[in-house]
C-alpha cells in the first residue's frame, strides 16, 4: 500500500502510480521486443557499380539500400560509403590506394553478411565492373548465397 508524506495510507495515489508503472514497463517490453525483432534481421551486402557516373551511381546504391529495407532485411553499402572518407587524389579521383583500402573494408563487412544481393541495373554480364566482380567472388568464396537482382525490377515493383 502507498503511504502518502504523512505515513497515511493513500490508495488513489497508489493505483494511480502502479497503473503508470504499468504503461511504463509495457512499453518498455515493446521496446525490446521491436529491437530483437530488428537484430534478427538478415544482414544483406549490396553490390552494385560505383564507377563510372558516381552521382547517378551512389543514389542508385541508396534506392537498393531502402529495398533490402523494404524486404526486412539490413543493407550493407560500404561502396557510397568508404570514398568519402578515403584519401582522394588533387582532381578528386580516388588514387589506387585509397580503393584498395576500402575494398578491403568492403570485403570485411561482406564476410559478416548472411547474404549479397548483386544489383545489375540490366546491365550485361560482362559489363560488371572490376569491383563488383571482386565482391561476387569472395562471396562466392565464403560460401554467401549470392541473390542476382535488375535494377528495372525494383522501379517496376514501387509503381
Same mark, same amino acid.
Given at each position: 500500500?502507498?503511504?502518502? @508524506?504523512?505515513?497515511?495510507?493513500?490508495?488513489? $495515489?497508489?493505483? $494511480?502510480?502502479? !497503473? #503508470?508503472? /504499468?504503461?511504463? +514497463?509495457?512499453?518498455?517490453? &515493446?521496446?525490446?521486443? /521491436?529491437?530483437?525483432?530488428?537484430?534478427?534481421?538478415?544482414?544483406?551486402?549490396?553490390? *552494385?557499380?560505383? *564507377?563510372? !557516373?558516381?552521382?547517378? !551511381?551512389? +543514389?542508385? =546504391?541508396? =534506392?537498393?539500400? %531502402?529495398?533490402?529495407? +523494404?524486404? /526486412?532485411?539490413?543493407?550493407?553499402? *560500404? @561502396?557510397?560509403?568508404?570514398?568519402?572518407?578515403?584519401?582522394? &587524389? $588533387?582532381?578528386?579521383?580516388?588514387?589506387?590506394? #585509397? +580503393?584498395?583500402?576500402?575494398?578491403?573494408?568492403?570485403? &570485411?563487412?561482406?564476410?559478416?553478411?548472411?547474404?549479397?544481393?548483386?544489383?545489375? *541495373?540490366?546491365?550485361?554480364?560482362? #559489363?560488371?565492373?572490376?569491383?563488383?566482380?571482386?565482391?561476387?567472388?569472395? &562471396?562466392? %568464396?565464403?560460401?554467401?548465397?549470392?541473390?542476382?537482382?535488375?535494377?528495372?525490377?525494383?522501379?517496376?515493383? %514501387?509503381?
Amino acid at each position: 500500500m502507498y503511504k502518502n @508524506h504523512e505515513g497515511f495510507s493513500d490508495p488513489t $495515489a497508489g493505483k $494511480a502510480i502502479s !497503473n #503508470a508503472m /504499468r504503461e511504463y +514497463r509495457e512499453k518498455q517490453k &515493446a521496446i525490446y521486443r /521491436r529491437r530483437s525483432e530488428i537484430k534478427g534481421r538478415k544482414k544483406v551486402y549490396v553490390i *552494385s557499380q560505383f *564507377s563510372g !557516373n558516381i552521382p547517378e !551511381n551512389v +543514389r542508385k =546504391a541508396q =534506392a537498393y539500400g %531502402r529495398y533490402v529495407i +523494404r524486404k /526486412r532485411c539490413i543493407p550493407v553499402t *560500404s @561502396h557510397p560509403l568508404y570514398p568519402q572518407m578515403l584519401d582522394m &587524389a $588533387a582532381d578528386g579521383t580516388e588514387t589506387a590506394e #585509397a +580503393r584498395e583500402l576500402g575494398t578491403m573494408f568492403g570485403l &570485411a563487412l561482406l564476410a559478416v553478411c548472411d547474404e549479397a544481393w548483386c544489383f545489375t *541495373s540490366g546491365l550485361p554480364e560482362d #559489363a560488371i565492373s572490376e569491383g563488383m566482380k571482386t565482391e561476387l567472388e569472395e &562471396a562466392r %568464396r565464403l560460401g554467401i548465397p549470392i541473390k542476382m537482382i535488375k535494377g528495372e525490377d525494383i522501379w517496376k515493383e %514501387r509503381q
